[in-house]
Nanobody, 127 residues
Framework: QVQLVESGGGLVQAGDSLRLSCAAS????????MAWFRQVPGKEREFVSA????????TYADSVKGRFAISRNSARNTLSLQANSLKPEDTAVYYC????????????????????WGQGTQVTVSS
């Protein structure tokens, strides 16, 4: 079982950048998928981005495409999310998630496909 710990959240102004990190307690195996989701109070947790740990293939929500970039460091077992040109609507708690199962594209966006979650890190973007 893997434990995930996020860091890097904070309060920024619109147009600023943040880099979120997620440290995994164990080595991520070939075929694993790691992802970022976000949630605001009163709304469902929504998909942001995912990466195939072995191939490096990435997927993004339309709302962040072109502004956010997901990456992984296999040697350090860390996942990152570079968030640029931040908007007030990006304000949320950001969660790191992982699964050791290979996922079809249709399931990559589904939070129920990820059994492992971090505790979340708050990102607040002021206008």
């Amino acid at each position: 079982q893997v434990q995930l710990v996020e860091s890097g959240g904070g309060l920024v102004q619109a147009g600023d950048s943040l880099r979120l990190s997620c440290a995994a307690s164990t080595q991520m195996l070939s075929g694993a998928v790691m992802a970022w989701f976000r949630q605001v109070p009163g709304k469902e947790r929504e998909f942001v981005s995912a990466i195939n740990w072995s191939s490096g293939g990435t997927t993004y929500a339309d709302s962040v495409k072109g502004r956010f970039a997901i990456s992984r460091n296999s040697a350090r077992n860390t996942l990152s999310l570079q968030a640029n040109s931040l908007k007030p609507e990006d304000t949320a708690v950001y969660y790191c998630a992982a699964t050791y199962s290979a996922l079809p594209l249709a399931l990559i966006y589904s939070r129920s496909a990820y059994p492992y979650w971090g505790q979340g890190t708050q990102v607040t973007v002021s206008s």
